[in-house]
């Protein structure tokens, strides 16, 4: 196509645009190219000083290696802390409430989108305007109602709040592929006597299992990163994830910046390394989740 | 098939625990939050109905007119940078070698906790050891200035982390929307001689506008509610510089334990969101619907 174009002008402007989109592209390039070092250089240098001493800290140029790297920060802010205690209570929380979510909005979304009755749309209403609530609107009864239920404090009313207000955003991503879905898959299955439940559990839902992983990990993003409803219903350090834990250990080592650097690379590791391995996955249903909103 | 498609005990069981965990955690809680709004409560004592004074209040607290400023001023600094993230998809939808790898990078930051991005930032802001004042002190400057202690600097400081954290995000969404645009009328205009301006312009911005509808309504009403960097990094100081209608509303209830205020400011939270999404669907809407031809 390209050179059609150019045919049509003389030759002395041919090249000299083409110069220019040379020119242009590189600029384009450089442009991008930033914007990529300015979204990774924070985190570098987060790296760089975690494996610093406050003496390296602060006298060495902060893009400058560490003379010897102090991987020492990472085994004292383990070992000192509940670092480890709320590691596990991240992972936990998370696996369950994601496990809960996409269950749960699978049963819903297969209603929705396959079975018929009244009222459907109306259900599929009220999840989607859930989309719009923030949450912090819904924060202070939910303190009060689990303050009467004794459930303050404890992990399930975490896992309650992310399953509801991680319910809309999953089923959103759900629909789609479940309006896709032949109808003739169902039909055979009537036809062979199958019962609604065997179909959902021994076709639909191993049919969907590309989406299902989709929405599990944009999940279990959302899940390890959440702050304020922890923030809110826990208060002993028994029961805190990691994020908020590692707000409230930094708190007590506010001048040990390689402790604290090695406090953060922990928290945030496991998301980096997760994304290192699925990213499409997790670029596509971030894409998913947002557009068709 | 119908019959079997239609079975009212599947159909209960599959939506009925979704859709009472729905009620339970996210609408049962605004209609209190509302209730709970006409009344005077610590959060533990009894509640005192007292109509309509604390809705009053908030229409004449100049602290809660201040943060609301804030939010908006959030949302302004969001909604232009909007226009930066969209050229940056653009440029990078087009035939850029390594663009996959670069929008991945671009992500990185928002897949990160809250929390860690907070305490990153207020490292890189330290006054004497920070990143960004050491750089500045080795150009030259002498008097780098406090970047959050300063009340007319804070917010600004503030809202650089919040593009950080989330351009890759909307980069992505709008490289997405540009992708679905079929490849075929692009190359129909330029076989007409269209430019590539005219190409960005005239097709691409058309056919991407319901995707820059949600992405507007995306980054102005997640502007409105926007609390966690902002709660962990200032907490609202220097004096209220940096407070926003969320971390206003949270001091209210789990500070100051006024849960009657804290409610009336939350609904109105919630108010301020409905709305700021129904006016910028009606500013937004279009009466011709894009076709694919």
Not at chain 2, 216 to 245: C, H, Q, R, W
Request: net charge neutral.
């Amino acid at each position: 196509m390209k050179t059609q174009a150019a045919a049509n002008y003389p030759l002395g402007v041919a090249i000299r645009g083409k110069l220019l989109t040379r020119v242009g592209y590189a600029a384009l390039y450089i442009l991008l190219i930033i914007l990529a070092v300015t979204q990774l250089l924070p985190l570098v240098w987060l790296m760089l000083f975690s494996l610093k001493n406050n003496q390296e800290v602060f006298n060495l140029p902060p893009f400058a290696f560490p003379s010897q790297p102090h991987w020492e920060n990472y085994m004292n802010v383990w070992t000192s802390g509940n670092i480890g205690r709320y590691f596990f209570n991240s992972v936990w929380i998370t696996v369950i409430s994601v496990a809960l979510t996409v269950l749960l909005a699978s049963f819903v979304t297969f209603a929705i989108t396959r079975m018929s009755w009244k009222g459907s749309q109306l259900v599929l209403g009220l999840f989607m305007v859930g989309l719009m609530i923030p949450v912090h609107s819904t924060l202070i009864p939910l303190f009060s109602m689990f303050l009467k239920l004794h459930l303050t404090d404890t992990s399930v009313s975490i896992i309650l709040s992310y399953v509801a207000f991680n319910l809309p955003t999953t089923m959103m991503i759900l629909l789609g592929f479940y309006y896709a879905l032949p109808r003739e898959v169902e039909e055979a299955a009537v036809m062979d006597g199958c019962s609604v439940n065997r179909m959902f559990f021994r076709i639909v839902l191993p049919m969907t299992t590309p989406v299902m992983a989709t929405t599990s990990i944009i999940n279990m993003i959302y899940n390890w990163n959440e702050f304020i409803f922890v923030n809110t219903f826990i208060s002993s350090d028994e029961n805190k994830t990691l994020t908020v834990g590692v707000q409230n250990f930094i708190g007590q080592y506010t001048t040990d910046w390689g402790a604290i650097g090695a406090t953060l690379m922990i928290s945030i590791l496991p998301i980096l390394l997760v994304f290192l391995i699925m990213s499409d996955r997790i670029v596509e249903g971030i894409a998913a989740g947002s557009v068709k909103g | 098939m119908e019959k079997v498609m239609s079975n009212k005990l599947v159909i209960a069981l599959y939506v009925l625990p979704s859709l009472l965990l729905l009620f339970a955690v996210i609408y049962v809680p605004i209609v209190l939050t509302g209730y709970y709004g006409l009344n005077q409560w610590n959060g533990i004592g009894p509640m005192t109905f007292v109509g309509l004074d604390n809705y009053q209040h908030l229409f004449t607290d100049a602290a809660f007119w201040q943060s609301a400023w804030h939010s908006l001023l959030l949302a302004l600094f969001s909604g232009i940078s909007l226009i930066g993230y969209l050229v940056v998809a653009m440029i990078l939808s087009g035939k850029i070698k390594g663009a996959n790898l670069l929008r991945k990078i671009y992500l990185i930051p928002m897949l990160l906790s809250s929390v860690a991005i907070a305490q990153l930032w207020l490292k890189m802001y330290h006054p004497t050891n920070g990143v960004l004042n050491s750089l500045l002190a080795s150009v030259g400057v002498h008097n780098p200035p406090e970047w959050l202690a300063n009340p007319s600097l804070v917010l600004l400081a503030l809202f650089i982390p919040i593009i950080w954290q989330y351009a890759g995000f909307y980069i992505l969404i709008y490289y997405a929307g540009l992708k679905n645009i079929p490849e075929t009328l692009m190359e129909a205009a330029r076989i007409d001689g269209a430019s590539a301006w005219q190409i960005a312009t005239r097709i691409k911005l058309p056919l991407l506008r319901e995707v820059i509808n949600v992405t507007i309504i995306l980054s102005i009403v997640g502007s409105l509610k926007y609390f966690d960097l902002i709660y962990v990094m200032t907490d609202g100081g220097p004096n209220g510089a940096s407070e926003v209608m969320a971390s206003y509303m949270y001091h209210q209830a789990f500070r100051s334990f006024d849960f009657g205020y804290g409610s009336a400011t939350a609904f109105a939270l919630l108010l301020i969101c409905l709305v700021a999404t129904w006016v910028i669907r009606k500013v937004t809407a279009t009466s011709d619907t894009i076709q694919y031809s």
